[in-house]
Nanobody, 123 residues
Framework: QVQLVESGGGLVQAGGSLRLSCAAS????????MGWFRQAPGKEREFAAV????????YYVDSVKGRFTISRDNAKNTVYLQMNSLKPEDTAVYYC????????????????WGQGTQVTVSS
């Protein structure tokens, strides 16, 4: 069982930056592939970024590629999402998620989810 708690959301102007954090419980954090998802008002939740347990591989949705960076610190049981050059369309609730076993890359299904943190980008 993994419990995930996101933090770092807030209100930022377009062009600004935010860093989201997701703290995980448990002693096997490094065995989990971690992802960030987002859900804008009135829209379905969408994948944003993912990172393998070792941090050696990452994958991004095209809309955030070059602006967002996912990273992790396994000693701190934490995964991060550095968001730069933010746009109003990045406004959403951001969720982190964890998966232990999966087939295909990037993973399509995640087993554990956090409660989300709101990111609002003003124009």
């Amino acid at each position: 069982q993994v419990q995930l708690v996101e933090s770092g959301g807030g209100l930022v102007q377009a062009g600004g930056s935010l860093r989201l954090s997701c703290a995980a419980s448990g002693r096997t954090f490094s065995s989990y592939t971690m992802g960030w998802f987002r859900q804008a008002p009135g829209k379905e939740r969408e994948f944003a970024a993912v990172i393998t347990g070792s941090g050696g591989s990452t994958y991004y949705v095209d809309s955030v590629k070059g602006r967002f960076t996912i990273s992790r610190d396994n000693a701190k049981n934490t995964v991060y999402l550095q968001m730069n050059s933010l746009k109003p369309e990045d406004t959403a609730v951001y969720y982190c998620a964890a998966v232990h076993q999966y087939w295909g890359w990037p993973p399509k299904q995640f087993d554990y989810w956090g409660q989300g943190t709101q990111v609002t980008v003003s124009s």
